[in-house]
C-alpha cells in the first residue's frame, strides 16, 4: 500500500503570497495517478488538478502541479482569500486509492 | 448539471447495518466508475470502494478496513448508487461522500451524508 505524506501540516501565509505544498509517496507514483483536492469547511471535496499537473474544468491557472515519482508540489502563485481551505493529495495504485494526511492552509 | 444526492445516513448501533444510496443526475451514469469515500468529523479523506461500469465488468474493490463488510452496487436504471454497510464500528463513523471517477481521480462529489455508529 502507497502512503502519501503531506507537508507541512499547516501552512500560514497572507493574501498574495505563494504557496507551496508537498506530497511524497513511500514508493513511486505514476504522474497519471496523481491529483489534488481543496476542501473548504462543511463543504465537499473539489477537484483542482489530476495526473499531477492538468488542471480540472474551471479551476483558475494560479494553481499548478507539478513532481514526478515519489514528490509531488502543488503551488499557488498567488494567494486569493478564497484559497485558504485543506488541501488534500491523491493517488491510485493497483485497484486501490488513498489519500494524503491534508495540508491546511491559514491565513497569517 | 451535475448532481450527486447521497441519502440513507443516520445513527445505528455497533453491529448494525444500514444502506447509503446516491441518486446521480446531470450525466450518463451508465458509463460512469463511482466510488464512495468517507471522512471521519474533523479527519482526513479516505477511500471507501469503487464499482466500474456495467460494460467493464461492475467490479467492484474496496479499501482493506471495510472489505467484506460493506458492499456497492448500481441500478443504472434508477442511475444510483449504493453502499451496503454491514457489521458496523464505532470507527465506521463518518460522512459518506459519492464520487464520479475521471481517470483515477473523483471528480464530481456529492454532498455527503453522516453515519454515526453508537450504541
Known amino acids: 500500500e502507497i502512503v502519501l505524506t503531506q507537508s507541512p501540516g499547516t501552512l500560514s501565509l497572507s493574501p498574495g503570497e505563494r504557496a507551496t505544498l508537498s506530497c511524497r509517496a513511500s514508493q513511486s507514483v505514476s504522474s497519471s495517478y496523481l491529483a489534488w483536492y481543496q476542501q473548504k469547511p462543511g463543504q465537499a471535496p473539489r477537484l483542482l488538478i489530476y495526473?499531477?499537473?492538468s488542471r480540472a474544468t474551471g479551476i483558475p491557472d494560479r494553481f499548478s502541479g507539478s513532481g514526478s515519482g515519489t514528490d509531488f508540489t502543488l503551488t499557488i502563485s498567488r494567494l486569493e482569500p478564497e484559497d485558504f481551505a485543506v488541501y488534500y493529495c491523491q493517488q491510485y495504485d493497483s485497484s486501490s486509492y488513498s489519500f494524503g494526511q491534508g495540508t491546511k492552509l491559514e491565513i497569517k | 448539471e451535475v448532481q450527486l444526492v447521497e441519502s440513507g445516513g443516520g445513527l445505528v448501533k455497533p453491529g448494525g447495518s444500514l444502506r447509503l444510496s446516491c441518486a446521480a443526475s446531470?450525466?450518463?451514469?451508465?458509463?460512469?466508475?463511482m466510488s464512495w469515500v468517507r471522512q471521519a468529523p474533523g479527519k482526513g479523506l479516505e477511500w471507501v470502494g469503487r464499482?466500474?461500469?456495467?460494460?467493464?465488468?461492475?467490479?467492484?474493490d474496496y479499501a482493506a478496513p471495510v472489505k467484506g463488510r460493506f458492499t456497492i452496487s448500481r441500478d443504472d436504471s434508477k442511475t444510483t448508487l449504493y453502499l451496503q454497510m454491514n457489521s458496523l464500528n464505532t470507527e465506521d463513523t463518518a460522512f459518506y461522500y459519492c464520487?464520479?471517477?475521471?481517470?483515477?481521480?473523483?471528480?464530481?462529489w456529492g454532498q455527503g451524508t453522516l453515519v454515526t455508529v453508537s450504541s
Open positions: 464520487t464520479t471517477l475521471r481517470g483515477y481521480s473523483f471528480k464530481y
Open positions: 446531470g450525466f450518463t451514469f451508465s458509463n460512469a466508475w
Open positions: 464499482i466500474k461500469s456495467k460494460s467493464d465488468g461492475e467490479t467492484t
Open positions: 495526473g499531477a499537473s
